[in-house]
C-alpha cells in the first residue's frame, strides 16, 4: 500500500437511480480517484446512462450519497458544479453552424464574465484542449462538416476546456468504427493521466474497458460489482452477464465468445 | 444613415434630395409645407421603421435561439395574433356589443392599447403553460395553438361583423409605419430599448443554448430564467412593435438568417448588434419601396416586407441546402 493516500473526487455509496415510481439500479457503491479512467459497463436499459445523468445533477436520485472531491453534490450551485464536474452527452448538439473553435470556447462560459469575455486564461486552457485532441487543424471548420469522429473530439476538448475535475462521458464510442473506439479511449486515457482529471464513461465495449481503464463498475441491477478489471474477472463478474447460451466470457483472453 | 436619408426624401410629396438635408441638418427648407412633410411626417417614419425593424429582428434571432428552431420567429408565441385579437375586438366587438359605444371613437391610441393587451394576454397564458412544461418545442406548439384559438375567434368576429368595420380591421392589419406621433414614438423606443437591454443580458446564456438544454445547464445556464429573460423581451419587443405598427411579416424570421449568411458565425455576442442594424436597414429599404418612390400610392407595409422576405429565405435554403442557425 502506498503512504500518500490518493485523492477521492468521486464517492458514492448506496445509490439508487431511476424515477419516482420505478427503480433503475440500486445499491450502487464505487470510489474514483484523481487520475483515474474508469468505465461504467452493463447491459441495455440497466442504468448506465441514468447513473451518468444522476452524478451530473440532471436528475435526482432517488437515495444513497454521492461526494464531488468530499462535499455533498446537492450542497453544489449550479455554477459551483458547472467548474467541477462536465459532461459529454449522447445528445446531438442543437446548432451545428458553430466552428470547433466557437463550440470549445462555450466550455469556458462558468469562469467568464457576465457576457462571456475571455480572459488570457480562458485562451491558453482553449489552445490547451486544441493541442491535446489534435484539433489544431480543424478549428475553423463549421461543425457540420466534421465526422462522427471528429466531432466527439470536439466534445471532449470542449469539455476539456470547461476544466472540471471530473468528467463524465455517456458512450463516447458510439457510432464509431474500430479504430476511432481505440483513439478515443487511447485520448481518454492519455487525459486522464496528463491532466490528472478522473474520467468516467460508460460503454458496450467491455473488452476494451477491461484493456484501458484503471478500475470498472459492472451494473447489474442491484448486483452491481465495482474494482479493477482483474478483480471482476477473478470474481467471475461477466460470466452471468449474457445468458450462457449464446455468450460466455473467457477469462484467459479477457474477451466474450459467441457460442455456436 | 444613407438608408435613413434616402427614405426620408422619397415620398408621395416630391421633395429634392438637397432640401431634406437642408431640413434634417438647419431644420427648415425653402418650403414651410415640406418642412411639416419632412419633420412630423417623414422623420417620425424612418424613426418608427427602425425600431420596427430593430425590434422585431431581434427577437427573431431570439426566438431561433431560445427554440433552437430556424423557423421560429417572435410571433410563435401568439404574440401577433394576440395582438390581432385585441385589435378585433376593439374594432368589430365593439358594434356587436352596443354598450361599448364610447368606442366608436376609434383613434391609434386606444387601438395599440388593444393590441398591446392582446398580445401581452395571450403571452401572459403561454407563459403561464409554460411554467408547467419542460420542453420548449411543446411550448413552441403552445404557442401555436394559442394562435389558432385567437385567429378562430377574429374569424368568428369577422363573419357577425359589418363590412365598414371588417375594412378598418383588414387595414389595421396591414401593418403602417406613418401612424406614429412623436410622444408614441418615445413610448414605444423606450419599450424597444428595455427589450434591447433584457437581450443583451441574454447572450451567454443563449451562446449556451446553441449545444442543447441539458449542455447549456451543465455549463451553470440557469434555464428557467433565461428562458424568462426571453420570452418577456420579445414580449416587449414583438408586443409594442405590433401594437403600434401593425403585424408586420418575415423581419423577425428572414433578418437573422441574413445576418448569419454575412457575419458566419454562431455567437450573439456579435449577432445581437447586427441583426438590430440590418433590421434597421432593411425596414427602411421596404418602406422605401411601400412608397413606390414618385408616385401617390403607398403599399401596404406588410405586403412589401411579405413579399421581399419570401423570396429571400427560399433563397436562403436553394443556395446553402439546409437551415442552419
Known amino acids: 500500500m502506498s503512504s500518500i493516500e490518493k485523492h477521492t473526487a468521486l464517492s458514492v455509496k448506496d445509490l439508487s437511480v431511476g424515477y419516482k415510481n420505478s427503480e433503475i439500479a440500486s445499491a450502487i457503491n464505487f470510489e474514483a480517484h484523481k487520475g483515474e479512467l474508469i468505465g461504467i459497463v452493463g447491459i441495455n436499459g440497466i442504468g448506465k446512462s441514468t447513473l451518468l445523468r444522476t452524478l451530473a445533477q440532471v436528475q435526482p436520485k432517488l437515495s444513497g450519497s454521492i461526494d464531488l472531491n468530499g462535499k455533498p453534490l446537492e450542497k453544489y450551485t449550479s455554477k459551483d458544479l458547472a467548474s467541477t464536474l462536465s459532461v459529454v452527452l449522447t445528445e446531438t448538439i442543437a446548432s451545428k453552424n458553430m466552428t470547433v473553435l466557437e463550440l470549445i470556447t462555450l466550455g469556458r462560459q462558468p469562469y467568464t464574465n457576465w457576457i462571456g469575455k475571455l480572459s488570457k486564461d480562458d485562451i491558453s486552457k482553449i489552445s490547451e484542449s486544441l493541442q491535446l485532441l489534435e484539433l489544431g487543424e480543424l478549428k475553423n471548420k463549421k461543425c457540420y462538416e466534421l465526422s462522427d469522429g471528429q466531432l466527439q473530439r470536439v466534445m471532449i476538448a470542449r469539455a476539456l476546456a470547461q476544466d472540471t475535475s471530473i468528467i463524465l462521458l455517456d458512450e463516447p464510442t458510439t457510432h464509431l468504427d474500430l479504430y476511432h473506439k481505440v483513439q478515443i479511449f487511447k485520448l481518454l486515457q492519455k487525459i486522464a493521466k496528463q491532466t490528472k482529471k478522473t474520467i468516467l464513461f460508460t460503454s458496450h465495449e467491455i473488452e476494451m474497458v477491461i484493456q484501458l481503464c484503471d478500475t470498472m463498475l459492472l451494473l447489474n441491477g442491484t448486483n452491481n460489482t465495482f474494482g479493477t478489471p482483474n478483480y471482476l474477472i477473478e470474481q467471475k463478474a461477466f460470466d452471468s452477464l449474457f445468458p450462457a447460451d449464446t455468450v460466455t466470457f473467457d477469462a484467459k483472453t479477457g474477451s466474450f465468445r459467441i457460442e455456436k | ?325
Open chain 2, 1 to 325: 444613415m444613407l438608408t435613413v436619408l434616402v427614405n426620408i426624401s422619397l415620398g408621395s410629396v416630391e421633395i429634392p434630395f438637397l432640401d431634406t438635408l437642408n431640413a434634417i441638418f438647419d431644420g427648415t427648407t425653402s418650403n414651410t409645407s415640406w418642412d411639416y412633410i419632412i419633420w412630423d411626417y417623414r422623420i417620425p417614419k424612418a424613426f418608427t421603421a427602425i425600431l420596427v425593424g430593430a425590434g422585431l429582428a431581434l427577437s427573431g434571432l431570439l426566438m431561433q435561439t431560445l427554440f433552437r428552431n430556424p423557423l421560429a420567429g417572435p410571433f410563435v408565441l401568439g404574440i401577433s395574433s394576440g395582438a390581432s385579437l385585441g385589435a378585433a375586438i376593439l374594432i368589430m366587438g365593439a358594434s356587436l356589443f352596443s354598450g361599448f359605444s364610447a368606442f366608436q371613437l376609434l383613434n391609434n391610441v386606444s387601438l395599440a392599447i388593444a393590441a398591446s393587451i392582446g398580445s401581452f394576454a395571450v403571452l401572459l397564458l403561454v407563459m403561464s403553460v409554460a411554467a408547467k412544461v419542460k420542453d420548449t418545442m411543446a411550448l413552441l406548439i403552445i404557442g401555436l395553438m394559442f394562435g389558432s384559438i385567437t385567429a378562430a375567434v377574429v374569424s368568428v368576429l369577422s363573419y357577425f361583423t359589418t363590412s365598414e368595420k371588417l375594412q378598418q380591421f383588414i387595414y389595421w392589419s396591414f401593418g403602417s409605419l406613418g401612424n406614429l406621433s412623436w410622444s408614441q414614438l418615445g413610448l414605444l423606443s423606450l419599450i424597444v430599448c428595455i427589450g434591447i437591454i433584457l437581450s443583451v443580458f441574454a447572450i451567454k446564456g443563449l451562446n449556451g443554448l446553441l449545444l442543447g438544454e441539458n449542455y447549456a445547464k451543465s455549463l451553470g445556464v440557469n434555464l428557467k430564467k433565461l428562458r424568462y429573460l426571453v420570452i418577456i423581451a420579445t414580449g416587449l419587443l414583438a408586443g409594442s412593435i405590433t401594437a403600434f405598427a401593425g403585424p408586420i411579416a418575415f423581419i423577425g424570421l428572414a433578418v437573422p438568417h441574413l445576418t448569419r449568411q454575412i457575419f458566419d458565425t454562431t455567437d450573439h455576442k456579435i449577432l445581437v448588434p447586427a441583426v438590430l442594424i440590418y433590421g434597421a436597414i432593411i425596414m427602411l429599404l421596404c418602406d422605401i419601396v411601400a412608397q413606390l418612390p414618385n408616385s401617390a400610392n403607398v403599399l401596404p407595409i406588410n405586403a412589401v416586407t411579405s413579399i421581399i422576405g419570401a423570396p429571400v429565405v427560399i433563397w436562403l435554403l436553394v443556395r446553402k441546402k439546409r437551415m442552419l442557425f
